[in-house]
């Protein structure tokens, strides 16, 4: 699969802000430590794309970017909502990104699929199972992903995923931003979500 461009397009602090979709959109959420920003610049194979930072929480609004496949020739759109969790903001702040994300979540037309992060070290934790909860009952499809692989031995990267697979209760994604592992495989599962896979 190759990616012909991808671009910022929009960035909104409320859902009346975002523009309306006109492409298949799939979502990406995560606690704020988990390399969500890293995980989409991976699959995009841009490096600046999505801001990163050390500072949990970095995300503060809903992110829309734009993106253009060459093969096959499609367009898709992935939205970047803000991280969960630990991060270092006001109690009043972090409860406006969980409305922010709830009504995303259940009323934008436009979304195929979820994806839902966790870092391969700490696996799934009950915000994850709170969220994953929540998208059943949205009818929204989870992809599930965990992420920095490249922070375990090689030999123990399988055996790892396995597990954070029985604690999840479905297929759980292996994925190194630094690498590129496991890339491949989770674009066309997000492909195939959009409804613009193989």
Do not use: C
């Amino acid at each position: 699969m190759k990616i012909r461009d991808a671009r910022f397009l929009a960035s909104a602090s409320s859902n009346d802000s975002l523009p309306a979709p006109t492409f298949p959109e799939i979502a990406f959420a995560g606690r704020s430590n988990v390399g969500k920003s890293s995980l989409i610049n991976g699959l995009l194979q841009r490096k600046k794309l999505v801001r990163t930072s050390n500072t949990p929480g970095a995300t503060r609004a809903i992110n829309v970017f734009r993106v253009e496949l060459a093969e096959p020739d499609a367009v898709l759109d992935f939205v970047d909502l803000p991280g969960y969790g630990w991060a270092k903001r006001s109690k009043k702040e972090r409860k406006s990104w969980g409305g922010l994300i709830d009504t995303f979540l259940r009323t934008r037309v436009g979304l195929r699929g979820v994806v839902v992060i966790a870092d391969i070290r700490r696996g799934f934790e009950e915000d994850d199972f709170e969220l994953l909860e929540f998208l059943e009952h949205a009818g929204q499809r989870a992809i599930l992903v965990a992420t920095k692989l490249d922070k375990l031995p090689a030999s123990k990267r399988k055996p790892a995923v396995a597990a954070v697979t029985r604690t999840a209760g479905t297929r759980v994604h292996g994925f190194s931003a630094t690498t590129g592992e496991g890339r491949e495989v989770l674009l066309t599962t997000i492909l195939r979500a959009a409804g613009v896979g193989e």
